[in-house]
């Protein structure tokens, strides 16, 4: 169910979903940043427009067939998550993205840290920002009885949050040069993975219940 708060000073919206799934729902994680668009540097170009006031009039390039990809999954009864180290102020602007661009609902996950805006994606002396949080979030779904059972990355603290939520190696698929890091599955481009998921993918045993497939 869609909701949309007020701000009655000033009239501003902000953007948000309620989700009433079932235990054993399963869930499909994404990546935003050079998985479900075209790199990690989509983030910067949004921060830059945002910093002149024109965040709106950046629009991030999808990946070829991404969309189509993160449809099938939902189609098949799986639950998009979408989750992000992209600091929780463009909240409204990646929803409304995800929105704009025909993407199935699903809840839309950012850090309240600046971390993942800097060189190595939240690397800093060894302690991964993005990684932590990640894996926080994802063991928070997991206690509330959601299974995560296939995620989408592209870099190697995907992997390695992945790996410590628990997400099977089989289903961590992996964009980009890391793909096959730790066993993952390695994912050339999306058309070739759509190939791939139409023999694989098997409808998911506790569906998603949509009202509709769009936000």
């Known amino acids: 169910y869609a909701v949309r708060a007020v701000v ?6 902000g953007h948000g979903s309620v989700f009433m799934l ?17 790199g990690d540097e989509q983030m910067v170009g949004q921060m830059v427009y ?10 991030a390039k999808s990946s070829p067939n991404g969309l189509s990809m993160c449809r099938y999954w939902a189609a ?7 989750l992000t180290g992209r600091q929780g102020s463009f909240y409204n602007l990646t929803y409304e993205w995800l929105s704009k661009h025909g993407f199935p ?10 971390m993942a ?5 939240g690397t800093i002396a060894g302690y991964q920002f993005v990684r932590d949080f990640k894996v926080s979030v994802l063991k928070g ?5 959601l299974i995560n059972w296939a ?12 790996k410590k939520a628990g997400i099977d190696k089989s289903r961590t698929f992996i964009k980009g040069p890391k793909g096959g890091m730790g066993g993952t599955v390695a994912v050339p481009n999306f058309t070739e993975h759509m190939a791939y998921l139409r023999e694989w993918l098997s409808e998911s045993p506790v569906p998603t219940p949509w009202k509709a497939l769009f936000f």
């Open 76 to 82: 098949m009864g799986y639950l998009p998550v979408y």
């Open 8 to 13: 009655a000073e000033d009239n501003t919206i």
């Open 141 to 145: 779904l997991a206690d509330k009885g």
């Open 105 to 114: 609902p699903g809840p839309v996950i950012l850090t309240s840290s600046r």
């Open 117 to 121: 805006a800097l060189p190595g994606k």
């Open 50 to 59: 945002d910093f002149v006031g024109q965040a709106r009039a950046f629009d």
């Open 151 to 162: 995620a989408y990355g592209n870099v190697g603290t995907d992997v390695s949050a992945y």
């Open 22 to 38: 079932e235990k054993g729902t399963r869930t499909v994680v994404f990546d935003l940043d050079g998985t479900v668009n075209v």
